[in-house]
């Protein structure tokens, strides 16, 4: 007989646009889920029968993408994909019009957007839960899946060293974000220029995560217990007349099989992928025998299922 969790009640029909939209008791509730669905909770069973995920893409996806379509698959739901070809978020028809159409039909809409006011504004007009499957200022379940993966290992977060190495982009955003729920000591090292989203820092700090910025990646290394990084030039970045700036101001950045040598030798190597081998990281770091980045990917799958289960139950 599967293993079977109760829905918590003060998740359902509620958005989910960023890490702190989970009080601390949520947020433990739904990492306990993901582990327990990836043990099998559910296996056979279908708590979301009948239930339609929209997904809508702006960006391109490979795990976003698959992770939802098959979690809703194996809750007994399913997912409609709409790329922004099709439907022309804000070009074709106004944001507002198309929550408004979106929620006679489906009970979720998942939506990888450029800008995060696109979600705020979905979020606005629909009143069906939608979920941040990424924007421009934040990456939360991807952060999910991460903590699931770094609690494999570290079973009890609180106090670790994670350090964060690279771009001051929407990863680094949501880490910051997640440092406040899972009492991490988190340490972001990006170069001048590229530091996360300062209101979102000022702001965990006023709740108390222990978060420490600089711009020196080996020191941050030394002797973490997770060692992070993300691509240099993000989604929507590609075209940017910077690129080439960019990536040589991120000289000495590139997480190397050395640089996983300084970190704890119990310690865990993570990455969002995709990666850009030869930019923040090489092949060699993907593949050491520290990386979890394969783990991680599978983990978008159980960490999504936890979430989808515990706001559409
Ligand atoms: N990490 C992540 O979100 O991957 P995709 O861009 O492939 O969805
Ligand atoms: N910072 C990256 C994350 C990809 C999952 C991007 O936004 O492209």
Redesign the pocket.
Same mark, same amino acid.
């Given at each position: 007989m599967a293993e079977v969790i109760e829905p918590l009640t003060s998740l359902k029909g509620r958005d989910f646009l960023s890490n702190l939209d989970l009080s601390p008791a949520e947020y433990r509730a739904v990492l306990d889920t993901a582990h327990a669905m990836k043990r099998g909770a559910y296996r056979g069973l279908r708590p979301l029968e009948g239930q339609t995920l929209a997904m809508i893409f702006e960006k391109p996806s490979l795990r976003t993408r698959t992770t939802f379509e098959v979690a809703m698959n194996q809750l007994g739901g399913h997912a409609v994909n709409l790329t922004n070809a099709e439907i022309g978020l804000g070009t074709r028809e106004p944001v507002r019009d198309i929550a408004l159409n979106l929620e006679r039909w489906v009970e979720g809409i998942m939506a990888r957007v450029y800008l995060h006011s696109t979600l705020e504004e979905l979020a606005r007009y629909s009143s069906k839960p939608v979920i941040n499957g990424?924007s421009d200022l934040l990456?939360p379940v991807?952060l999910l899946a991460d903590y699931q993966t770094i609690e494999e290992t570290f079973p009890d977060t609180k106090g670790i060293r994670v350090a964060y190495i690279g771009d001051g982009?929407? @990863?680094a955003n949501a880490h910051i974000q997640c440092a406040v729920l899972s009492g991490v000591k988190l340490t972001i090292a990006t170069p001048r220029g590229y530091e996360p989203n300062a209101i979102i820092y000022m702001e965990a700090l006023k709740l108390g995560a222990d978060i420490t910025l600089t711009h020196d990646p080996l020191e941050a290394a030394k002797g973490a217990q997770v060692l992070y990084t993300?691509?240099w030039v993000? @989604?929507g970045q590609e075209a940017e007349a910077s690129q080439r700036r960019k990536i040589k101001d991120f000289t000495g950045f590139q997480v190397t099989p050395a640089m996983l040598d300084l970190i704890d030798p119990d310690g865990i190597f993570l990455h969002?992928l995709p990666a850009h081998y030869g930019e923040e990281v090489v092949e060699e770091a993907t593949l050491h025998k520290k990386s979890r980045v394969f783990d991680q990917a599978e983990n978008r799958l159980h960490a999504q299922k936890a979430l989808l289960y515990h706001l559409l139950s």
């Open positions: 990424l990456h991807q982009n929407n @990863m993300d691509v993000s @989604m969002c």
